[in-house]
């Protein structure tokens, strides 16, 4: 039999249970008789916890849950940083075989390294053939390294990666899938890379793409396979404990320990090692966005709990009196508190399971928001469990900030002295009217700051998209080389079968109909370039003179629309002789030549002179012409860099990209150009095309994604701060609605009722707005990296949110006050 002691305990748990499901079926009555009430609450957290869980989902597989790699935590890329500021690159990220020998045998900071270097291989088959997407000569333990196993078939082993052995390489599954339909029977068999047969081995699972390739192969000593020999970069695993830090001062001794026998070419006079997590290598600078955008939803769901504590702290509040009745009864303070907190309970409940499912249809929209290659293809944004447990944190901390706190403060005093008095006229000021308005004023704060942060992004944006590039991107199509060709010709060959090849392809563009005019360079502008140290006879510098270049024909100009300001233009004999000129931009003659003609001045481009490339050494070219600028990307905005413009034919090192101007779709032209080369040369395939005009769109996509998402959280914020503006106003009013009554029995007029509320309401908002003014400027600052064009304290914007805000609360408090202003003084004398 039981005993006394539990028998007692079990009794006072029936009780307590009992009690308990008292109190939530009165809490269900009331939520449901007060349903106005419970479906703002609901809404606002809802909102609330739904934006937060899908930005926590962004957040945590951006960061956390990146790439599929074993301890991704510890591993590090790193890269030789050139600190004379002039001459030589800005640093390099490729080591030769002789560095990577020494780096991964004298190191102290890693447990183990892999190299790689990506490579581009002609799958021959039959007669035909195609160039396969990126791939990547690897060292055999990377596998092993990453933590990574065949979907089937095997990796790689030790036997490999041996001179003589056989050639073999591995499939992604994304290349299995779509070249290869998925035929699990090609496993083994031997395919022709190049001119060498090569036995597929294995298959990678579907997350897996390492060094952004499609199929790996081991890397060889051997000459004749697959080597490391023409720079490889390294990643290495961090030692338990090991610091960043520690790496740049370890690898740092390795390296100058190296330039002693290394070519001045190979190693800048001062450099230093620079290591980086693989982790902020992948992101760049999405990290930041990912930070902005955590910071914005944090504010967001201050709003919602804000709001919702200032509901239920009205309502709290307009239940003084049914409060104090339950004590004189013999409730308790805490069956009191146990009460009003089991309400929030069921609201907050309510409200995340909404918010998930909010969460789960959001999410598939900010995931298709997000530009293609912000993130690795590997990365898998989706509702997990570490993000569903933050998000029931959240959840419980939403229910104390929501529910305890106004529990706590209605409780607090004399509750015996509120029978006393009046249900409906001591509430609109006191403690609890202070803690109201608080919360009002907090929300419009954060407000301030979200919506300011929306408008400097959205100012922004338009600056970004409206500028005027200095020539029209629409109608431009192009298309690109693919890099290898004629890779195994000499040097000599190989310039003149391109100079060849882009003389007759570039005749057979300008004869298609439809085509206005075409044109060769190195890359397609506005977007992409080349930059080169830039020197001139007589005139040393100590600063890097950074130039950008084009090695392009002579209808460059003209493809772009570039008007020719001073001299002349390079001709169709001078590309086809491969005569040392050069045409300028505005903005090299302004910064190289203020107050002087540059034309006749010799220019020397310090890339030509690197050993590795095909290119004229130690030449000057001579400028005989001046075009108009055009824009190119900066940093995080378009400016006018001095470039300069060279003949394609002096060299064989450049990409070879096409550009065509037309007078119809552009995109029309894929497949005859397409058709065009095959008859020119049927070894030589296109490796990128598109639009101009279609490259600047997805460009956008990244500013666009930022300002969407922001732009969101701060509407959904506005609208928070109207509902409970308005709703908090509609329960002051309520409450006062004796003390209305008796203004308007000694004579005060409707338009005096109106602007008392209005003017209430205003006061607190306008409190909000220069809280949220304050703030804002210091914080917009974290901003500064995401905008261009716009100051982070642009007046503008500042003032636009202010006004925009005292609109909002006009509108808020316009319902309470009219519903103020409407109040029959008697009725409202005669119900007390």
Same mark, same amino acid.
């Given at each position: 039999?039981?005993?006394?002691?539990?028998?007692?305990?079990?009794?006072?748990?029936?009780?307590?249970?009992?009690?308990?499901?008292?109190?939530?079926?009165?809490?269900?009555?009331?939520?449901?008789?007060?349903?106005?009430?419970?479906?703002?609450?609901?809404?606002?957290?809802?909102?609330?916890?739904?934006?937060?869980?899908?930005?926590?989902?962004?957040?945590?597989?951006?960061?956390?849950?990146?790439?599929?790699?074993?301890?991704?935590?510890?591993?590090?890329?790193?890269?030789?940083?050139?600190?004379?500021?002039?001459?030589?690159?800005?640093?390099?990220?490729?080591?030769?075989?002789?560095?990577?020998?020494?780096?991964?045998?004298?190191?102290?900071?890693?447990?183990?390294?892999?190299?790689?270097?990506?490579?581009?291989?002609?799958?021959?088959?039959?007669?035909?053939?195609?160039?396969?997407?990126?791939?990547?000569?690897?060292?055999?333990?990377?596998?092993?390294?990453?933590?990574?196993?065949?979907?089937?078939?095997?990796?790689?082993?030790?036997?490999?990666?041996?001179?003589?052995?056989?050639?073999?390489?591995?499939?992604?599954?994304?290349?299995?899938?779509?070249?290869?339909?998925?035929?699990?029977?090609?496993?083994?068999?031997?395919?022709?890379?190049?001119?060498?047969?090569?036995?597929?081995?294995?298959?990678?699972?579907?997350?897996?793409?390492?060094?952004?390739?499609?199929?790996?192969?081991?890397?060889?000593?051997?000459?004749?396979?697959?080597?490391?020999?023409?720079?490889?970069?390294?990643?290495?695993?961090?030692?338990?404990?090991?610091?960043?830090?520690?790496?740049?001062?370890?690898?740092?001794?390795?390296?100058?320990?190296?330039?002693?026998?290394?070519?001045?070419?190979?190693?800048?006079?001062?450099?230093?090692?620079?290591?980086?997590?693989?982790?902020?290598?992948?992101?760049?600078?999405?990290?930041?966005?990912?930070?902005?955008?955590?910071?914005?939803?944090?504010?967001?769901?201050?709003?919602?709990?804000?709001?919702?504590?200032?509901?239920?702290?009205?309502?709290?509040?307009?239940?003084?009196?049914?409060?104090?009745?339950?004590?004189?009864? @013999?409730?308790? #303070?805490?069956? =009191? !508190?146990?009460?009003?907190?089991?309400? &929030? /309970?069921? *609201?907050?409940?309510? $409200?995340?399971?909404?918010?998930?499912?909010?969460?789960?249809?959001?999410?598939?929209?900010?995931?298709?928001?997000?530009?293609?290659?912000?993130?690795?293809?590997?990365?898998?944004?989706?509702?997990?469990?570490?993000?569903?447990?933050?998000?029931?944190?959240?959840?419980?901390?939403?229910?104390?900030?929501?529910?305890?706190?106004?529990?706590?403060?209605?409780?607090?005093?004399?509750?015996?002295?509120?029978?006393?008095?009046?249900?409906?006229?001591?509430?609109?000021?006191?403690?609890? @009217?202070?803690? #109201?308005?608080? =919360? !009002?004023?907090?929300?419009?704060?954060? &407000? /301030?700051? *979200?919506?300011?942060? $929306?408008?400097?992004?959205?100012?922004?944006?338009?600056?970004?998209?409206?500028?005027?590039?200095?020539?029209?991107?629409?109608?431009?199509?192009?298309?690109?080389?693919?890099?290898?060709?004629?890779?195994?010709?000499?040097?000599?060959?190989?310039?003149?079968?391109?100079?060849?090849?882009?003389?007759?392809?570039?005749?057979?563009?300008?004869?298609?109909?439809?085509?206005?005019?075409?044109?060769?360079?190195?890359?397609?502008?506005?977007?992409?370039?080349?930059?080169?140290?830039?020197?001139?006879?007589? #005139?040393?510098?100590?600063?890097?003179?950074?130039?950008?270049?084009?090695?392009?024909?002579?209808?460059?100009?003209?493809?772009?629309?570039?008007?020719?300001?001073?001299?002349?233009?390079?001709?169709?004999?001078?590309?086809?002789?491969?005569?040392?000129?050069?045409?300028?931009?505005?903005?090299?003659?302004?910064?190289?030549?203020?107050?002087?003609?540059?034309?006749?001045?010799?220019?020397?481009?310090?890339?030509?002179?690197?050993?590795?490339?095909?290119?004229?050494?130690?030449?000057?070219?001579?400028?005989?012409?001046?075009?108009?600028?055009?824009?190119?990307?900066?940093?995080?905005?378009?400016?006018?860099?001095?470039?300069?413009?060279?003949?394609?034919?002096?060299?064989?090192?450049?990409?070879?990209?096409?550009?065509?101007?037309?007078?119809?779709?552009?995109?029309?032209?894929?497949?005859?150009?397409?058709?065009?080369?095959?008859?020119?040369?049927?070894?030589?395939?296109?490796?990128?095309?598109?639009?101009?005009?279609?490259?600047?769109?997805?460009?956008?996509?990244?500013?666009?994604?930022?300002?969407?998402?922001?732009?969101?959280?701060?509407?959904?914020?506005?609208?928070?701060?109207?509902?409970?503006?308005?709703?908090?106003?509609?329960?002051?009013?309520?409450?006062?609605?004796?003390?209305?009554?008796?203004?308007?029995?000694?004579?005060?007029?409707?338009?005096?009722?109106?602007?008392?509320?209005?003017?209430?309401?205003?006061?607190?908002?306008?409190?909000?707005?220069?809280?949220?003014?304050?703030?804002?400027?210091?914080?917009?600052?974290?901003?500064?990296?995401?905008?261009?064009?716009?100051?982070?304290?642009?007046?503008?914007?500042?003032?636009?949110?202010?006004?925009?805000?005292?609109?909002?609360?006009?509108?808020?408090?316009?319902?309470?006050?009219?519903?103020?202003?409407?109040?029959?003084?008697?009725?409202?004398?005669?119900?007390?």
């Amino acid at each position: 039999m039981a005993s006394e002691n539990e028998l007692g305990f079990r009794a006072r748990v029936a009780v307590l249970t009992d009690s308990l499901l008292r109190d939530f079926r009165y809490a269900l009555r009331s939520l449901r008789k007060d349903y106005r009430f419970s479906l703002v609450a609901i809404l606002a957290l809802a909102l609330g916890i739904g934006a937060s869980t899908v930005v926590f989902s962004v957040v945590y597989n951006a960061m956390f849950e990146t790439v599929p790699y074993k301890n991704f935590s510890r591993l590090v890329v790193f890269k030789i940083e050139n600190l004379v500021n002039a001459g030589g690159s800005k640093d390099r990220t490729y080591f030769f075989s002789n560095e990577v020998r020494a780096i991964r045998e004298q190191n102290h900071v890693f447990e183990e390294m892999i190299a790689f270097e990506n490579r581009r291989d002609f799958y021959k088959e039959g007669k035909s053939g195609h160039y396969l997407p990126m791939g990547a000569a690897v060292t055999g333990n990377t596998f092993d390294f990453l933590g990574a196993t065949p979907l089937f078939g095997r990796g790689f082993t030790p036997e490999d990666s041996k001179p003589g052995a056989p050639a073999v390489f591995v499939l992604s599954y994304q290349l299995w899938r779509d070249d290869f339909g998925g035929d699990q029977q090609i496993l083994g068999k031997a395919f022709v890379l190049g001119d060498r047969p090569t036995t597929l081995v294995g298959v990678m699972p579907p997350r897996f793409d390492a060094f952004n390739a499609n199929y790996w192969m081991p890397a060889k000593t051997d000459k004749t396979q697959p080597s490391l020999e023409s720079g490889a970069r390294l990643m290495g695993r961090l030692k338990p404990g090991v610091a960043l830090s520690a790496v740049a001062q370890d690898l740092d001794q390795i390296a100058h320990e190296l330039q002693r026998t290394a070519s001045k070419d190979e190693f800048p006079e001062k450099f230093a090692v620079v290591p980086q997590t693989l982790l902020d290598s992948l992101l760049g600078n999405f990290k930041q966005t990912l930070w902005a955008l955590l910071a914005a939803v944090l504010l967001l769901l201050l709003i919602a709990c804000s709001n919702v504590a200032n509901l239920l702290l009205a309502r709290a509040t307009s239940r003084q009196r049914e409060m104090a009745m339950r004590a004189a009864m @013999g409730a308790s #303070r805490s069956q =009191l !508190v146990r009460q009003l907190f089991i309400e &929030s /309970v069921l *609201l907050t409940t309510v $409200a995340s399971a909404v918010g998930c499912a909010i969460a789960f249809v959001s999410l598939k929209v900010v995931v298709a928001l997000i530009p293609v290659g912000t993130l690795p293809a590997a990365t898998s944004i989706r509702l997990n469990l570490p993000v569903l447990l933050l998000t029931l944190g959240a959840a419980v901390i939403t229910i104390l900030l929501t529910g305890l706190a106004p529990a706590l403060h209605v409780v607090r005093g004399d509750l015996q002295s509120r029978l006393a008095g009046s249900n409906t006229g001591a509430g609109g000021s006191g403690r609890h @009217g202070k803690l #109201r308005g608080g =919360l !009002v004023v907090g929300q419009v704060a954060l &407000s /301030v700051v *979200l919506l300011i942060g $929306a408008g400097l992004l959205m100012r922004s944006f338009f600056v970004l998209t409206r500028v005027d590039l200095g020539f029209n991107p629409n109608n431009l199509f192009y298309f690109r080389l693919d890099p290898t060709m004629y890779a195994k010709e000499p040097n000599s060959v190989r310039k003149t079968k391109q100079n060849a090849l882009t003389q007759r392809l570039l005749e057979r563009l300008r004869a298609l109909p439809g085509v206005t005019a075409a044109s060769e360079s190195t890359q397609e502008p506005p977007l992409m370039w080349d930059w080169s140290d830039t020197i001139i006879p007589g #005139r040393p510098h100590a600063e890097r003179w950074e130039t950008r270049y084009e090695i392009c024909s002579e209808d460059y100009f003209k493809t772009l629309g570039l008007p020719l300001l001073h001299g002349r233009i390079f001709s169709q004999d001078d590309v086809l002789a491969e005569r040392f000129l050069m045409v300028v931009n505005q903005a090299f003659a302004r910064q190289y030549f203020p107050n002087e003609n540059p034309l006749g001045q010799r220019i020397k481009l310090d890339v030509m002179d690197r050993p590795y490339l095909n290119g004229p050494k130690d030449a000057y070219f001579e400028i005989v012409g001046v075009v108009a600028n055009y824009k190119t990307r900066g940093d995080n905005s378009w400016q006018d860099f001095p470039e300069v413009y060279v003949p394609y034919s002096v060299q064989a090192f450049s990409w070879r990209t096409f550009m065509a101007r037309t007078s119809i779709d552009p995109t029309l032209f894929l497949g005859t150009v397409s058709k065009e080369l095959s008859k020119l040369d049927p070894d030589v395939r296109i490796a990128k095309s598109g639009t101009v005009e279609g490259e600047l769109r997805k460009y956008y996509r990244g500013p666009e994604f930022e300002l969407v998402t922001l732009a969101a959280f701060a509407c959904v914020g506005l609208v928070l701060v109207i509902v409970g503006v308005s709703s908090v106003m509609a329960y002051s009013v309520s409450l006062r609605t004796h003390e209305i009554g008796v203004r308007m029995a000694i004579g005060a007029q409707r338009s005096n009722i109106l602007n008392l509320v209005v003017f209430g309401g205003l006061r607190l908002i306008a409190t909000g707005i220069a809280l949220g003014l304050i703030a804002s400027y210091g914080l917009t600052r974290l901003l500064a990296s995401q905008i261009s064009g716009v100051s982070v304290t642009d007046p503008m914007t500042f003032l636009g949110v202010a006004v925009a805000l005292v609109a909002a609360g006009v509108a808020a408090c316009l319902i309470p006050a009219r519903q103020a202003a409407s109040v029959d003084p008697l009725v409202a004398l005669r119900s007390e």
